[in-house]
């Protein structure tokens, strides 16, 4: 069975830093592209990032790129997102994503999300 | 970026009944060199984390029932439930994998039960 764990997700003040973990299970881990996807409350989804199988290629959405980071450790099955330089608006439920393969950038299996919250 | 439209913003629809809801992207998401339509639909109920139901515009995924279908091709999309159970109550959202990165979602469209 396929299982995806975030954790890592806190209060944290304005300009600050933090590191999300995902943990992966029952799929072949450094087969696929991974995604972080965030979600703010009660609004709609926002791709963050993506890193390829290898971590060879890394992606980021505009409002993120430059202050947060991806990366993966295909030995320990996990998905990371550093982030810094945080804002209000960086305030999201973040899932992490496994892609679907097979040429699509879909997602197959979500986790069940790790909460920041950017406040003073 | 290619932006995403849905509607309606929601709808409500009697059990048994069919919903229809609409996507439209700001730019082809057909790739012509294998003829797929780069677009995905999700399902997402209160308090969990989205679910795919549909890939490559009309591709059902595994374990997803037949209920539910998706349509259109180039910028104009289709996702038809046939006849709405109250398990489908949910938020349901399209996203295109076209253009990447970034790739982009429609911002969701409620279904109701009437």
């Known amino acids: 069975e396929v299982q995806l764990v975030e954790s890592g997700g806190v209060v944290v003040q304005p300009g600050g830093s933090l590191r999300l973990s995902c943990a992966a299970s029952g799929f072949t881990f450094d087969d696929y592209t991974m995604h972080w996807v965030r979600q703010a409350p009660g609004k709609g989804l926002e791709w963050v990032s993506l890193i390829s199988w290898d971590g060879g290629s890394t992606y980021y959405a505009d409002s993120v790129k430059g202050r947060f980071t991806i990366s993966r450790d295909n030995s320990k099955n996990s998905l990371y997102l550093q982030m810094n330089s945080l804002r209000t608006e960086d305030t999201a439920l973040y899932y992490c994503?496994?892609?679907?393969?097979?040429?699509?950038?879909?997602?197959?299996?979500w986790g069940q999300g790790t909460l920041v919250t950017v406040s003073s | 970026d290619i932006v995403m439209t849905q509607s309606p913003d929601s709808l409500a629809v009697s059990l048994g009944e069919r919903a229809t809801i609409n996507c439209k992207s700001s730019?082809?998401?057909?790739?012509?060199?294998?003829?797929?339509?780069?677009l995905a639909w999700y399902q997402q109920k209160p308090g969990q984390p989205p679910k795919l139901l549909i890939y490559?515009?009309?591709t059902r995924e595994s374990g997803v029932p037949d209920r539910f279908s998706g349509s259109g091709s180039g910028t104009d999309f289709t996702l038809t439930i046939s006849s709405l159970q109250a398990e489908d109550v949910a938020v349901y959202y399209c996203q295109q994998y076209y253009s990447t990165p970034p790739i982009t979602f429609g911002p969701g469209t409620k279904v109701d039960i009437k």
């Open positions: 994503a496994k892609d679907i393969g097979r040429g699509t950038s879909a997602f197959d299996y």
């Open positions: 490559w515009a009309s």
């Open positions: 730019q082809s998401v057909l790739y012509s060199s294998n003829n797929k339509n780069y």
